[in-house]
């Protein structure tokens, strides 16, 4: 928890790709769908949706994907569509922790998690499956389009990013 939010503003500062993307392995709870403590802080999340980035984790056995947030520690969802633009100050976050051999149940959150998108979990009857993201798709630079896709072939979420930074 320390010193990685500072990292990350400083990395995300100096860069000036089209795409960022911040990934890691540990949880914070409302931003995965299993019921998993919170474990990385909420600056680490902030610095990477204040610098334009992209936010994938994993560790919960669990896939979800949030709506666009504008602020990730108050869960306030930008937009709800499945085409996102992620600038400075609005991003998603994304868990894709299917890949091994047990999957978990989703947490039992009190009114539902309106700021999620997406959840895909035991209770789902999940199977391990993937997260893929083709950048530059048809040429165009500022476009990526991604699914997730169960091992037994079924698409089980699909989206379009924009990037808004830098072009």
Not at 121 to 132: C, K, P, R, S, V
């Amino acid at each position: 928890k320390g010193g990685y939010k500072g990292y990350i503003e400083r990395e995300l500062d100096k860069d000036d790709s089209l795409w960022s993307i911040c990934a890691w392995h540990k949880n914070q709870r409302t931003m995965q769908s299993a019921d998993k403590g919170n474990e990385t802080g909420w600056g680490v999340y902030e610095a990477c949706r204040k610098g334009g980035a992209i936010i994938v984790t994993g560790h919960s056995h669990t896939y979800s994907r949030t709506h666009l947030l504008s602020d990730m520690s108050k869960l306030e969802v930008a937009d709800r569509s499945n085409a996102v633009t992620i600038k400075e100050g609005e991003t998603i976050a994304l868990v894709s922790g299917l890949g091994g051999h047990w999957r978990r149940p989703g947490q039992r959150i009190r009114g539902g998690a309106p700021w999620m998108a997406m959840e895909y979990t035991d209770d789902q009857e999940a199977e391990a499956g993937a997260l893929f993201c083709e950048f530059n798709k048809g040429g165009r630079r500022e476009l990526a389009s991604c699914y997730f896709k169960n091992i037994k072939g079924q698409l089980i979420d699909e989206f379009t990013l924009i990037s808004g930074l830098k072009q």
